[in-house]
């Protein structure tokens, strides 16, 4: 049995294929291009935890300096991704309202 997941950038990609206009295509873009770096920050994170999860798991140790890098690294993105989930939330609600708005006018 394969591990079958659903297209998560399916909406992007009709959005892209919907649009003829240069501007909206440039904002898709720039909204990949965000999904793309945010994708390898976290995966670098998922990497160091499973070092120092294998590392731990077999008695090696682990330097207090490598732990302090890496806590300041797991500070800074919880702040920023803290920060994006409340900026996201609000464009959703934003997105959401002005949908409303476009249902009740047609």
Do not use: C
């Not at 009709?14 to 990949?32: C, F, K, N, P, Y």
């Not at 998922?46 to 590392?55: F, K, N, Q």
Request: charged share 35%.
């Amino acid at each position: 049995m394969t591990d079958e997941q659903p297209d998560r950038l399916e909406p992007l990609r009709q959005l892209a294929e919907a649009s003829d206009d240069a501007r909206l295509l440039d904002q898709v873009m720039a909204t990949v291009e965000l999904l793309e770096k945010d994708t390898a920050l976290l995966l670098d994170q998922a990497h160091i935890a499973r070092d120092i999860a294998s590392r731990t798991k077999a008695g090696d140790w682990v330097a207090n300096t490598e732990l302090v890098e890496i806590m300041e690294d797991a500070d800074y993105f919880l702040r920023v991704y803290k920060q994006q989930r409340e900026d996201i939330g609000r464009l959703k609600a934003t997105l959401q309202d002005k949908q409303t708005r476009l249902k009740t006018s047609v």
